[in-house]
């Protein structure tokens, strides 16, 4: 008997992250007027739009090592759905849709791109502004992506560092159901896939298709420009409400988030506090078991060290 599309490609992967090493040449990061870089050789493995964006920057691309892009920016549907981002409701503003009343996350500073041991990094400044100008929140932004070696995931580590605004005693951090660190997915992946997360529980139904479920990590495998892909969001044990609350969707469109359930409990956030953040996110070849999702989330927890 033949093995299956899934099996063996999922086979391959789990060989893959076994330990063969791929990587011949070293990771490089570069920048032009809008966007950062991250690649290997030819292949690129990373885009982030940290420039010419209205309302809040965002990974825009992100491929698997085998070439595989995996992320859907600004579909007609969702324009506000922006690939891989980060977006609250603070003070009652709203930073997560894109209209006229909505809040803005402006760049004020950008200190990167450059190497660092064990991966490439850059760190962003943002002000959340309402739409009258006032400083909601300061955000201290990290993006850092790491040299793993591994062959079977493109592995970064998202650091929000999150104060108040200038004069701004406490601010209340809100927002819907889905709100967080989310990712929004290749069209083609849409209906098709599969979630998995660590509790192995289905969660919360929150309304339809759409599922919040506490784990300390969620996957989504679905087939890509023909091959299976598996994208897995990691929560760090230091974030407050740990595990984090994952939201996800699976029809009309694919959509997976880490949110800090902030739609029924909301958190305050004083002057002089920081919330500190910190999230996985891994594009791996192959439809991962929830084994093999294990093991690369404990692999995180030992290289996110270097992203500090």
Known sequence: MKPTFWFAAALAAVCAFAGRSVAAQPLAVSKDTTTIKFSRGAKTLLEYRFASVPFKPYVSQMWTPGGVQVLRDSP????HHHALMFAIEADGV??????????????????????????????????????????????????????????????????????????REVV??????????????????????????????????VRGDERL???????????????????AMFDDPKNPRH??????????????SATLNLWKEPMELKCGAELDLCYGVAVCDGKLAAADIEKLYQRWLILRGASK
């Open 213 to 231: 479920v506490a784990a300390k990590w969620c996957a989504y495998s679905a087939p890509a420009d023909g091959k299976p892909v598996t994208i």
């Open 172 to 205: 209340n951090l809100t927002g819907h159901h889905y709100f967080g660190l989310g990712a929004r997915f290749l069209q083609v992946m849409d209906k098709v896939g599969e979630f998995t997360n660590a509790s192995g529980q289905p969660g919360e139904t």
């Open 94 to 167: 709203d930073f997560w849709s894109e209209t006229a009343k909505n809040g803005k996350q402006l760049s004020t500073l950008l200190d990167g791109p450059a190497t660092a041991a064990g991966g490439a990094q850059f760190a962003q400044r943002l002000d959340c502004i309402a739409t009258n100008g006032t400083v909601i929140l300061c955000e201290q932004r990290r993006i850092f992506l790491h040299d793993t070696q591994e062959g079977g995931a493109t592995l970064l580590t998202w650091r929000s560092r999150l104060a108040t605004g200038p004069n």
């Open 243 to 256: 595990p984090a609350r994952m939201f996800t969707m699976g029809k009309p469109f694919a959509y997976l």
């Open 76 to 79: 007609f549907d969702h324009k």
